[in-house]
């Protein structure tokens, strides 16, 4: 009896044991979870940050909690990765455990985490794969993607001449340029600048850019169950982007009727293609809906990024005309006035590829960078991160690292240039983010912005309407995207 009692004593002390390690294993772990600011029930960290610029409030909590802190959105938990090293570890070092995408609210609602950008695991893999493939292989048309886009500057730069020097705000014609390499791509044909569908198309894509900076697209990220209920811009951004799928969802379906599958002519054709290889696959990633979004994504991405970034650097070269000069002083050197830009000449133009880069760098088009998530239950840095907790890898920090960039809050050249004039390569050159997420469409944007950049600086001399020392270059910050202020300028021919 003595000796049951004895053995009934030790299994209980065993498990009360059991029971004290797992829970102080929790706690420790817990209490290891990135530090941060006290959050409060429902509103979380909101009333501690500036809503309308959040990449300033974050700069300030790495001042006091280092390059690894957590914060809250309302009731969404977020990992801030502040400064180079923490994202080059993250992103490239354990690419793997960080290669999640992280949903805000509105990404969400609108891609339902079906597309390229937006899914995960093997849905995202396969994706990804596919498009990273299939993109490298344009020309699988009769023209090439760098012969497609010079074509495309030809088209702008005439389209910029008629213009006959009045001053215009170029943002239509800057996006319906790059938007049609993109779309040449995907859709298998460009659109005349004159096409109703088309335009109808940008000016969507146009008013989302605008109403992307409002408070309660911010809000809506944040409180997306409230915020349904409630009237908001957020909701015309949702009807904008229905309005662009439909467009898409159409040309999917004539090309699924018009399909030839021996000489596909577009992404569209090839997922098609794709799509009936794995017909008899019940578990393919390969299907109408992933088509769709997939698209969707594409369209979007291709056409926003770069016109704007184009926009932008177009302002910046306005206020620094020196820039301007020198640029087109190195067109005339390598290129002449007789005939195209090429990819070939930018390893001979040093400088301009500098200006581009700058360009990139100032304006700091994704602060956030494209939200991401672990995959996995984690420690980093001696930090325990739960399994798909959302992460933010700053873009933003190192952009702007002072040590690598001196004056970063100046638009220089010089930050890409060796003493002897040579282009100077950069680690923290990041705008495209890193990794396994980095964005697929690299390639392509950095053919667009040396192209395009260099055919208008080729034949035109940008002339602003305000004082050059009243241009404000300083982009106007929201929650997912830096964009450029609007503005006029005459395009003066050379």
């Given at each position: 009896m003595e000796l049951l009692e004895m053995t009934a004593i030790f299994l209980l002390v065993c498990t009360s044991c059991l029971l004290l390690f797992a829970r102080w294993r929790s706690i420790s772990q817990k209490e290891k979870e990135p530090p941060g600011p006290i959050s409060f029930p429902i509103v979380g960290n909101l009333l501690q940050l500036n809503p309308w610029n959040l990449p300033e409030s974050l700069k300030k909590l790495s001042k006091k909690y280092s390059s690894v802190f957590t914060i809250h959105l309302g009731p969404q938990k977020v990992v801030v990765l502040y400064g180079y090293d923490a994202v080059k570890e993250a992103l490239i070092d354990r690419a793997d455990d960080f290669s999640g995408r992280g949903h805000l609210a509105?990404?969400?609602?609108?891609?339902?985490?079906?597309?390229?950008?937006?899914?995960?695991?093997?849905?995202?893999?396969?994706?990804?794969?596919?498009?990273?493939?299939?993109?490298?292989?344009?020309?699988?048309?009769?023209?090439?993607?760098?012969?497609?886009?010079?074509?495309?500057?030809?088209?702008?730069?005439?389209?910029?001449?008629?213009?006959?020097?009045?001053?215009?705000?170029?943002?239509?014609?800057?996006?319906?340029?790059?938007?049609?390499?993109?779309?040449?791509?995907?859709?298998?044909?460009?659109?005349?600048?004159?096409?109703?569908?088309?335009?109808?198309?940008?000016?969507?894509?146009?008013?989302?850019?605008?109403?992307?900076?409002?408070?309660?697209?911010?809000?809506?990220?944040?409180?997306?169950?409230?915020?349904?209920?409630?009237?908001?811009?957020?909701?015309?951004?949702?009807?904008?982007?229905?309005?662009?799928?439909?467009?898409?969802?159409?040309?999917?379906?004539?090309?699924?009727?018009?399909?030839?599958?021996?000489?596909?002519?577009?992404?569209?054709?090839?997922?098609?293609?794709?799509?009936?290889?794995?017909?008899?696959?019940?578990?393919?990633?390969?299907?109408?809906?992933?088509?769709?979004?997939?698209?969707?994504?594409?369209?979007?991405?291709?056409?926003?990024?770069?016109?704007?970034?184009?926009?932008?650097?177009?302002?910046?070269?306005?206020?620094?005309?020196?820039?301007?000069?020198?640029?087109?002083?190195?067109?005339?050197?390598?290129?002449?006035?007789?005939?195209?830009?090429?990819?070939?000449?930018?390893?001979?133009?040093?400088?301009?590829?500098?200006?581009?880069?700058?360009?990139?760098?100032?304006?700091?088009?994704?602060?956030?960078?494209?939200?991401?998530?672990?995959?996995?239950?984690?420690?980093?840095r001696d930090y325990f991160i739960p399994k798909d907790t959302m992460i933010f890898p700053m873009l933003s920090p190192v952009l702007h690292d002072s040590k690598e960039f001196p004056n970063p809050e100046k638009f220089d050249p010089g930050h890409f240039l060796n003493a002897n004039g040579t282009f100077k390569k950069s680690d923290y050159f990041m705008p495209f983010s890193a990794g396994k997420r980095m964005c697929i469409g690299e390639g392509l944007a950095r053919m667009e912005l040396f192209i395009f950049l260099t055919a208008i600086l080729q034949n035109f001399t940008l002339k602003p309407v305000v004082d050059r020392k009243d241009i404000d270059i300083s982009p106007l910050v929201s929650t997912l995207a830096n964009i450029s202020r609007p503005y006029e300028v005459s395009f003066i021919s050379r």
């Amino acid at each position: 009896m003595e000796l049951l009692e004895m053995t009934a004593i030790f299994l209980l002390v065993c498990t009360s044991c059991l029971l004290l390690f797992a829970r102080w294993r929790s706690i420790s772990q817990k209490e290891k979870e990135p530090p941060g600011p006290i959050s409060f029930p429902i509103v979380g960290n909101l009333l501690q940050l500036n809503p309308w610029n959040l990449p300033e409030s974050l700069k300030k909590l790495s001042k006091k909690y280092s390059s690894v802190f957590t914060i809250h959105l309302g009731p969404q938990k977020v990992v801030v990765l502040y400064g180079y090293d923490a994202v080059k570890e993250a992103l490239i070092d354990r690419a793997d455990d960080f290669s999640g995408r992280g949903h805000l609210a509105l990404f969400r609602k609108l891609f339902q985490g079906t597309g390229i950008l937006t899914s995960n695991g093997e849905t995202w893999k396969q994706l990804r794969r596919f498009a990273l493939t299939t993109l490298r292989d344009f020309g699988m048309g009769k023209k090439s993607i760098e012969e497609r886009i010079q074509e495309e500057a030809h088209f702008l730069v005439e389209r910029i001449r008629n213009t006959h020097g009045r001053p215009f705000n170029p943002g239509n014609f800057l996006i319906h340029a790059v938007s049609n390499i993109i779309c040449s791509i995907i859709f298998g044909d460009r659109f005349d600048y004159e096409d109703k569908k088309f335009v109808t198309l940008i000016d969507l894509l146009d008013e989302n850019n605008k109403l992307q900076n409002s408070i309660q697209v911010q809000l809506y990220n944040f409180f997306p169950t409230v915020m349904e209920y409630l009237p908001g811009c957020y909701k015309k951004i949702i009807k904008n982007t229905k309005k662009v799928d439909q467009f898409t969802s159409e040309i999917i379906a004539e090309h699924q009727e018009t399909l030839d599958p021996t000489c596909p002519r577009d992404f569209i054709d090839a997922f098609l293609n794709k799509m009936e290889q794995e017909k008899g696959n019940g578990h393919s990633e390969f299907t109408v809906e992933t088509l769709s979004k997939s698209t969707l994504e594409l369209f979007l991405a291709g056409t926003g990024t770069t016109s704007n970034t184009l926009r932008h650097g177009l302002l910046i070269l306005q206020k620094y005309p020196e820039i301007a000069e020198k640029i087109q002083k190195e067109i005339d050197c390598v290129i002449g006035r007789d005939r195209s830009p090429c990819m070939a000449d930018r390893s001979q133009m040093p400088y301009t590829d500098a200006v581009v880069h700058e360009i990139q760098r100032f304006i700091d088009f994704l602060p956030f960078n494209v939200p991401h998530s672990v995959i996995k239950d984690i420690k980093f840095r001696d930090y325990f991160i739960p399994k798909d907790t959302m992460i933010f890898p700053m873009l933003s920090p190192v952009l702007h690292d002072s040590k690598e960039f001196p004056n970063p809050e100046k638009f220089d050249p010089g930050h890409f240039l060796n003493a002897n004039g040579t282009f100077k390569k950069s680690d923290y050159f990041m705008p495209f983010s890193a990794g396994k997420r980095m964005c697929i469409g690299e390639g392509l944007a950095r053919m667009e912005l040396f192209i395009f950049l260099t055919a208008i600086l080729q034949n035109f001399t940008l002339k602003p309407v305000v004082d050059r020392k009243d241009i404000d270059i300083s982009p106007l910050v929201s929650t997912l995207a830096n964009i450029s202020r609007p503005y006029e300028v005459s395009f003066i021919s050379r």
